[in-house]
């Protein structure tokens, strides 16, 4: 008597099964080359997808690829499922107390202020910390931060999020980044750039702004007031400034306000690094 078709794919799945059960048991002492060619093997013969057979292969309990997923920790220890956890919930609180005191700052721009941050703290007396989590602080990648922030950063709500990518301009696209550590042994004659508004809270109708130019190895500082928020009228002022200062202006960092990101600013840049004849 012919058997029927349920009775034959059951049969089929035990014999997979067992298959798979009897390649288990050798895989974890297999070399790189064998693994990859029992893999292609059972690849063929089971016809199931080669991540499937990986994944069936590393685990330790039999599970019928044909019925409901198991968890990846059943019946196990965490510690034993995986990597173990390099950075735990303790390094994780400490982190994200320094990113609130950083006033949130991303990953790259948090991993290069950490050492002077955590410094700060210790000597005002607001921060006391093992060493080896402290170690651990200062080790952590910015992709990690980011990584461990994520939920932080969401639980804000519609607090501090993300700007939206903003179209990247040629001068965007080719002026150079510098973070906090990008200013050891700086000579002076290089200055920070910035404007400050005048509003009284309220960004509406006309009102003052002023340019603060400071030097940030003596902390010289120039400060000029301006009608607008216009970049030729940046230029203007500094053109102005560099006749007043007593140190020579060697280059400028700003942020990516458009009153300095912008071609006339960068153009002026240029010709006063020119080597005069």
């Known amino acids: 008597m012919e058997r029927s ?8 799945r035990e014999r997979r099964q067992q298959l798979l059960e009897a390649a288990r048991s050798r895989y974890p002492a297999l070399s790189y080359q ?11 013969l089971s016809g199931f997808h080669r991540k499937s057979v990986q994944r069936l292969l590393r685990q330790h309990e039999p599970v019928d690829p044909h019925g409901p997923p198991a968890r990846a920790d059943a019946g196990h220890d965490s510690a034993e499922v995986g990597r173990s956890r390099r950075y735990g919930p303790d390094v994780v609180q400490l982190l994200e107390t320094l990113w ?23 000597r005002h007396g607001h921060w006391h910390v093992d060493p080896d989590l402290r170690q651990k602080l200062l080790q952590i990648s910015p ?13 804000q709500g519609g607090q501090h999020r993300r700007r939206r990518t903003r179209v990247v301009t040629g001068v ?8 906090f550590n990008g200013w050891k042994d700086v000579e002076p004659g290089w200055f920070e750039l910035d404007l ?40 203007s002022a500094l053109q102005e400034l ?28 240029a010709e006063a690094a020119k080597p005069v004849d």
Do not use: Y
């Open 34 to 44: 064998e693994k990859g060619a029992l893999v292609n093997e059972l690849v063929e």
């Open 100 to 122: 609130e005191a950083s006033d949130h700052l991303c990953g790259k721009r948090l991993a290069a202020v950490l050492p002077t941050l955590m410094t700060a703290l210790e």
């Open 196 to 235: 400050v508004a005048h509003c009284g809270g309220r960004m509406e109708g006309p009102f003052l702004w002023t340019l603060i130019l400071t030097d940030v190895a003596s902390g010289w500082s120039e400060c000029v007031p301006l009608p607008g928020r216009d970049g030729l009228l940046v230029r």
């Open 242 to 269: 560099q006749t007043l200062m007593p140190l020579p202006l060697r280059g400028l960092d700003v942020d990516n306000d458009t009153a300095f990101m912008n071609e006339d600013l960068e153009r002026w840049c």
């Open 5 to 12: 078709a349920p009775a034959v794919r059951r049969a089929q």
């Open 143 to 155: 992709a990690t931060i980011d990584r461990l922030l994520a939920p932080s950063r969401s639980a």
């Open 172 to 179: 965007r696209r080719h002026t150079t980044v510098r973070t």
